[in-house]
């Protein structure tokens, strides 16, 4: 019987590296105010360590250039990797390229095609051109795509893009977007949306703004990590810039956010993770009433309900990574979509407790604690709402149930029948004892 939560010697001692290597190269660059392209020079030659060690694009499979771990071992990595913004930029593997990698590598799949490798997968790897992936609309519900306007016909060779999209992470910064739209509206919308490349110079696409969000209210227009509103009007693209068969836009979705939603709460670990040493140091270093901070009990209480949350739902989005491994993304949903809001509500309290801690200090820009905080509030939206994915996990768990007038469990209900059961026994308990 195999029940085992250890790491293999070979794995941990990449772990161990990552983890100084996060500390001691990339958290510093989190100080300096840098503009885009000075973090791309500067991270450069820290990528080509990460490639010499054989941990770059680690989500994909070895023959499209990554290194094939499986989902455990991606989320202990992503758990180093959470910690700082620029991990995952580092190691190859930040959102939303790396989920738009994946959505190439199942296209690529689902139709042999592999001029999508050369075209888009391989520059998008090493870094040559980035990707945006537009779905939300601001005028439609993003927690249900079915409701997608955006429509995509089809004319000749070509198909032609209609619509508005909003929230297009990196979209004003991106040489290509993937973008998903209703195909077919004369089928359901699981088999009638698709996903196309669009280059962003393609002539009708216009971005018109970034978004100001609680993460950047001032927001300055072209900067990495920006969330950009787009206007597709009469966009025409090559029929081959379709991915995956037409009507496959669903499917090649649920192949992108399955690993994508595990990564993510691997790293609000390593950001949980963060904000509870910040809280601790300062739970031994704050004096006020009489004793350090550590002595009081309401803290003692943060910091032991912190550590007991961050254990649940590491153990938990282990569980899901290892279960994706066993048996597949679909056969996982359950345990995704807890982890999803499981995870998103650890972070955001583990970082308020943190806050509250450091008082002022935790309030102002000298800590991280304050822009942790801000980013933490939108995992609870972005990936689906997390009532979304309660709202999953209740339905299936009330499929095992039937409704019953008399509750299964009433124990005078019960206590009838125990006694018609056992009545012959009864019966001679009750003379024996007589
Ligand atoms: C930081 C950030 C980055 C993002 N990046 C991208 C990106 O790169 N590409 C992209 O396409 N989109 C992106 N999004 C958009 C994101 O996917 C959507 O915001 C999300 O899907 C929710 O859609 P919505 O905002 O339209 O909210 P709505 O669908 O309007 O939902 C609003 C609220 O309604 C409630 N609700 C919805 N359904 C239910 C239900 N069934 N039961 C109970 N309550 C419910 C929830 O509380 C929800 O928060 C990003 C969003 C954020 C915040």
């Given at each position: 019987?195999a029940?085992?939560?250890?790491?293999d010697?070979?794995f941990?001692?990449?772990?161990?590296?990552?983890?100084?290597?996060?500390?001691?190269?990339?958290?510093?660059i989190?100080?300096?105010?840098?503009?885009?392209?000075?973090?791309?020079?500067?991270?450069?030659p820290?990528q080509?360590?990460?490639?010499?060690?054989?941990?770059?694009?680690?989500?994909?499979?070895?023959?499209?250039?990554?290194?094939g771990?499986?989902?455990?071992?991606?989320?202990?990595?992503?758990?180093?990797?959470?910690?700082?913004m620029?991990?995952?930029v580092v190691?190859?593997?930040?959102?939303?390229?790396?989920?738009?990698?994946?959505?190439?590598?199942?296209?690529?799949?689902?139709?042999?095609?592999?001029?999508i490798?050369?075209?888009?997968?391989?520059?998008l790897?090493?870094?040559?051109i980035?990707?945006?992936?537009s779905?939300?609309?601001?005028?439609?519900?993003?927690?249900?795509?079915?409701?997608?306007?955006?429509?995509?016909?089809?004319?000749?060779?070509?198909?032609?893009?209609?619509?508005?999209?909003?929230?297009?992470?990196n979209?004003?910064?991106?040489?290509?977007?993937?973008v998903?739209?209703?195909?077919?509206?004369?089928?359901?919308?699981?088999?009638?949306?698709?996903?196309?490349?669009?280059p962003?110079?393609?002539?009708?696409?216009?971005?018109?703004?970034?978004?100001?969000s609680?993460?950047?209210?001032?927001?300055?227009?072209?900067?990495?990590?920006?969330h950009?509103?787009?206007?597709?009007?009469?966009v025409?693209?090559?029929?081959?810039h379709?991915?995956?068969?037409?009507?496959?836009?669903?499917?090649?979705?649920?192949?992108?956010?399955?690993?994508?939603?595990?990564?993510?709460c691997?790293?609000w670990?390593?950001?949980?993770q963060?904000?509870?040493?910040?809280?601790?140091?300062?739970?031994?270093?704050r004096?006020?009433?009489?004793s350090?901070?550590?002595?009081?009990?309401?803290?003692?209480?943060?910091?032991?309900?912190?550590?007991?949350?961050?254990?649940?739902?590491?153990?938990?989005?282990?569980?899901?990574?290892?279960?994706m491994?066993?048996?597949?993304?679909?056969?996982?949903r359950?345990?995704?979509?807890?982890?999803?809001?499981?995870?998103?509500n650890?972070?955001h309290?583990?970082?308020?407790?943190?806050?509250?801690?450091?008082?002022?200090?935790?309030?102002?820009?000298?800590?991280?604690?304050?822009?942790?905080y801000?980013?933490?509030?939108?995992?609870?939206?972005?990936?689906?709402?997390?009532e979304?994915?309660?709202?999953?996990?209740?339905?299936?768990?009330?499929?095992?149930?039937?409704?019953?007038?008399?509750?299964?469990?009433?124990?005078?209900?019960?206590?009838?029948?125990?006694?018609?059961?056992?009545?012959?026994?009864?019966?001679?308990?009750?003379?024996?004892?007589?």
């Amino acid at each position: 019987m195999a029940w085992d939560f250890s790491t293999d010697e070979a794995f941990e001692e990449q772990l161990v590296w990552m983890r100084g290597f996060i500390r001691e190269e990339i958290m510093p660059i989190e100080t300096l105010s840098l503009n885009h392209d000075q973090v791309v020079r500067l991270i450069r030659p820290l990528q080509e360590q990460v490639k010499s060690r054989g941990l770059w694009a680690a989500h994909l499979p070895v023959e499209l250039g990554g290194v094939g771990f499986g989902q455990v071992k991606l989320g202990l990595m992503h758990e180093i990797l959470g910690q700082s913004m620029y991990g995952p930029v580092v190691f190859g593997n930040n959102a939303p390229d790396s989920g738009n990698a994946e959505l190439l590598a199942a296209g690529m799949e689902m139709t042999g095609r592999e001029d999508i490798k050369e075209r888009w997968l391989t520059p998008l790897l090493s870094g040559a051109i980035r990707s945006g992936f537009s779905m939300t609309e601001p005028n439609t519900a993003g927690s249900d795509p079915r409701l997608l306007k955006t429509r995509a016909e089809k004319d000749g060779d070509e198909w032609v893009i209609n619509g508005r999209k909003w929230y297009t992470t990196n979209g004003s910064v991106a040489d290509i977007l993937i973008v998903m739209e209703v195909s077919n509206p004369e089928v359901h919308p699981y088999q009638g949306s698709s996903m196309f490349v669009v280059p962003v110079d393609t002539p009708g696409l216009t971005i018109l703004r970034d978004v100001g969000s609680m993460d950047d209210p001032d927001v300055v227009y072209g900067r990495f990590g920006n969330h950009a509103e787009i206007l597709y009007e009469d966009v025409r693209v090559p029929a081959d810039h379709l991915i995956g068969p037409e009507g496959s836009g669903f499917l090649l979705a649920q192949t992108r956010l399955g690993p994508g939603r595990i990564h993510h709460c691997m790293r609000w670990l390593g950001q949980s993770q963060r904000a509870f040493d910040m809280m601790c140091e300062r739970a031994l270093s704050r004096y006020t009433h009489g004793s350090f901070l550590a002595e009081k009990q309401t803290i003692q209480n943060w910091i032991a309900d912190s550590k007991a949350e961050m254990h649940a739902a590491r153990l938990m989005t282990l569980h899901a990574a290892w279960k994706m491994d066993q048996v597949g993304a679909s056969a996982s949903r359950d345990e995704i979509a807890m982890i999803k809001y499981f995870g998103a509500n650890v972070l955001h309290n583990v970082i308020d407790r943190a806050i509250q801690t450091y008082g002022s200090l935790g309030y102002s820009s000298d800590m991280p604690l304050e822009a942790m905080y801000r980013a933490a509030r939108a995992a609870r939206i972005y990936d689906g709402p997390d009532e979304v994915h309660r709202q999953t996990v209740a339905r299936h768990a009330l499929k095992n149930y039937e409704a019953s007038e008399v509750p299964s469990d009433h124990i005078p209900t019960r206590a009838a029948a125990a006694r018609e059961k056992f009545a012959d026994v009864l019966e001679f308990l009750e003379a024996d004892s007589a």
